[in-house]
Structures are given as C-alpha cells and as structure tokens.
C-alpha cells in the first residue's frame, strides 16, 4: 500500500497548488517489513519445530508401534490382574468355614 501511494505522490503533488509542499514526515515501513519477515521466520520455525516433535510419534515412525505395544502390554496386564483377583475371591469364599446353624449365610459352591 505505501508503495502505490509512493508511486502516486509526483501526480497528487502536480494536482495541488504550487503554494502546498508534501513531504514524507516520517516512514516507518522500513521496521514494520522487518518486523513482519521477523514473524515469517518465527512462524515457519515453530512449524518446523512442531513437525520434528511429532513425527517420531506418528503413524510412520517407530515411536508409533511403541506406543501400541505399551497399550497392549496394559491391557494384557490389566487383564490377568482381573482374572487373579477373581480366583482368589473365589478361593477365599471356599475356604471360609460353614455357617453356623440357623444363620443365613452359605458358602458358594
């Protein structure tokens, strides 16, 4: 945009009374382009950042079938601990002694 205003200014300037100057005061486009290449760097930096992290988890890197694994060693694990625990439930109920006469209270066979 300030370049075509740059590039317009010798044609508002002969538009104008010969007793009005224009001139360019201050011009800060200079820091704002810097600034903005600034940003693109930063911006595509992060993205290349973001990438490199993630892809050593992603569907094609190794990090992936790890993870899967671990899962299913969990879920192998967490199932025998499940199976144990309802054996010896079942253990403890057959071992307990018999019920006293005239209580409510049987053992499970």
């Known amino acids: 945009m ?3 205003v740059k590039q317009l200014l010798p044609q508002l300037t002969a538009s104008l009374p010969a007793s009005v ?3 360019t ?3 800060r486009t200079v820091t704002i382009r810097a600034s903005v290449k600034d940003v ?3 911006l595509m930096l992060a993205v290349c950042l973001v990438v490199m992290v993630i892809f050593p988890f992603s569907a094609h890197g190794c990090g992936h079938a790890h993870l899967e694994h671990r899962g299913a060693a969990f ?3 967490h199932l025998r601990l499940m199976y144990l625990r309802r054996v010896q439930r079942e253990q403890l109920t057959l ?3 018999p019920s006293p006469p005239g209580s409510s209270w049987t053992t499970r066979s």
Do not use: C, K, N, Y
Request: net charge neutral.
């Open 95 to 97: 071992m307990r002694s």
């Open 75 to 77: 879920a192998r694990r």
């Open 21 to 23: 100057e224009v001139a």
């Open 2 to 4: 300030v370049d075509r």
């Open 40 to 42: 693109q760097f930063e």
């Open 25 to 27: 005061l201050t011009d």
